[in-house]
């Protein structure tokens, strides 16, 4: 698994619990046999500009070296297409117990395939 080694900073990261259950309330879900992602479209703000992204994996995914390869690989994901997803976009992640047997790259597919689905995922101009 190659890293751009940059971490993600706080205004790319849902931090509160109160973020969480807004997207569950609200958000649109959409979920395959390793992955649910619930996402939420923020109104027009440009301070809060940039896709957000929240992470939660349960113990039923495995002990803890396991959980976190998870969600390194989710972050790792997220960096990655943070620049074609809907700018406005929060997204939560919620990791099923069959992912903690995906390698990184199909994990990767996995959420892609999950963002193009619920419309996250912006084309290129050049591709259209």
């Given amino acids: ?51 957000r992204l929240g992470i939660t994996v349960s113990r039923k995914v495995g002990d803890a070296v396991v959980r976190n390869r998870v969600k390194r690989r989710v972050r790792e994901w997220f960096r990655r297409e943070r620049g074609h997803l809907e700018e406005r976009a929060d997204l939560v992640v919620i990791a099923r117990p069959p992912a903690a047997e995906l390698p990184g790259r199909e994990i990767a597919r996995d959420l892609q395939e999950l963002a193009a689905a619920a419309k996250l995922v912006s084309v290129p101009k050049e591709a259209q």
């Fill in 1 to 51: 698994m190659t890293g751009t080694g940059a971490r993600l900073n706080r205004a790319s990261r849902l931090r509160h619990p109160r973020d969480f259950r807004r997207i569950g309330s609200q958000g649109s879900r959409r979920a395959s046999r390793y992955f649910i992602l619930l996402v939420v479209i923020r109104e027009g703000t440009p301070e809060a500009a940039g896709a």
